[in-house]
């Protein structure tokens, strides 16, 4: 089975430019989660997104943004990035109510 | 004071010893905890998955959850080389994790020095 799946795994974005980063869940699971590991930070939630619907966000500002495609792939923008977005993005998806997430490998985001 | 608090590290420990990881948290609404597991350039990997307070054993990994005292504890016994990695405490309200989002500690680096 295969796992869920982020690409690219590394994006370079000068400040102030659009981030663009996909996600595809587990095959059969419906929500993904998406979360920022910034260095000395730790794991960030972000949004959540089920069944097509943003479902909750975390203390995130309006410039992250997503979407939840019909095939329940997931796609996250960071618009007007600035240098603290550096960060690894992580994708998780989950069969809704079901324990625990799985996360895929990130995208590695770097704002310079 | 942080919801959630985990000792960064390093934690150095000879291979073979018993290993003892732990959080504390802040917030009693907590209901779940998980451990989860992060090599390097890698997601994190759910290692164990607890509700309420008690022990719950998946083969060298026991995982314990004191609510009472906001406190839970992963063990490793055994301890391989390939078990250094950082660990992740991990907990939330609801059963999916999903109204809120999952709350991290930090992570502890864990070496098992071979």
């Known amino acids: 089975e295969a796992g869920v799946t982020q690409s690219p795994t590394h994006l370079i974005k000068t400040r102030g430019q659009q981030a663009t980063l996909r996600c595809s869940p587990i095959?059969?699971?419906?929500?993904v989660y998406w979360y920022q590991q910034a260095l000395g930070l730790g794991l960030q939630f972000l949004l959540w997104y089920d069944e097509g619907e943003e479902r909750n966000r975390g203390n995130f500002p309006p410039r992250f943004s997503g979407r939840q495609f019909p095939n329940y792939s997931s796609e996250l923008n960071v618009n007007a990035l600035e240098l603290e977005d550096s960060a690894l993005y992580l994708c998780?998806?989950?069969?809704?109510?079901?324990?625990?997430?799985?996360f895929g490998s990130g995208t590695r985001l770097t704002v310079v | 004071q942080k919801e959630v608090e985990q000792d960064p590290g390093p934690l150095s420990v000879p291979e073979g010893a018993i290993v003892s990881l732990n959080c504390t948290y802040s917030?009693?609404?907590?209901?779940?905890f998980m451990w989860y597991r992060q090599y390097s350039r890698k997601g994190p990997e759910l290692l164990m998955y607890t509700y309420s307070s008690g022990n719950k054993e998946d083969g060298r990994f026991t995982a314990q959850v004191d609510k009472s005292s906001k406190y839970i504890s992963l063990f490793i016994r055994d301890s391989q080389p390939s078990d250094s990695a950082t660990y992740l405490c991990?907990?939330?309200?609801?059963?999916?994790?999903?109204?809120?989002?999952?709350?991290f500690g930090k992570g502890t680096h864990l070496i098992i020095q071979p």
């Open positions: 998780a998806s989950s069969f809704s109510l079901n324990y625990g997430y799985t």
């Open positions: 095959s059969g699971h419906t929500s």
């Open positions: 917030n009693s609404a907590f209901q779940y």
């Open positions: 991990a907990m939330s309200k609801g059963s999916g994790g999903g109204a809120d989002g999952l709350t």
